[in-house]
């Protein structure tokens, strides 16, 4: 279910995006990636996350910006939810990118990586 609403969550933010960052899109895609992340980790382990006192500063930024969407500011919103996230998962971006570098050796996806790579096409 967790998944299932962050994914609808995200697909409601982007689809808000693409609309011209409709404000009722946007809104309901914040409360279900909220909701769905608590039921992903748990209503402790999410208060606990959001609220550790080096991650407070992000945490007020997201919290604002999701609270500034609700009352239908949605592009301001959106900048403060961007700068509250990036705050609060600043060091998971480290380990996300060493990820995706370590798919580069997948033998059949490095392989057609090198074949695209190889490619001599101009277009």
């Known amino acids: 279910i967790g998944v299932g609403l962050v994914g609808f969550g995200l697909f409601f933010i982007l689809f808000g995006v693409l609309l ?12 279900l990636f909220l909701s769905g992340l608590v039921f992903i980790i748990g209503f402790r382990r999410t208060f606990t996350f ?9 945490t007020s930024f997201f919290f604002g ?51 695209m790579g190889d490619s001599n096409s101009m277009v």
């Open 20 to 31: 011209y960052f409709d404000s009722v899109l946007l809104a309901f895609g914040n409360i």
């Open 50 to 58: 959001f609220f550790q006192r080096p991650k407070l500063k992000g």
């Open 65 to 115: 910006g999701v609270i500034i969407v609700l009352m239908r500011w949605p592009i301001l919103g959106m900048l403060l939810e961007a700068y509250g996230f990036i705050n609060l998962f600043r060091s998971f971006f480290p380990v996300a990118f060493g990820f995706l570098g370590s798919l580069a050796n997948i033998p059949l996806l490095s392989q057609l990586l090198q074949k």
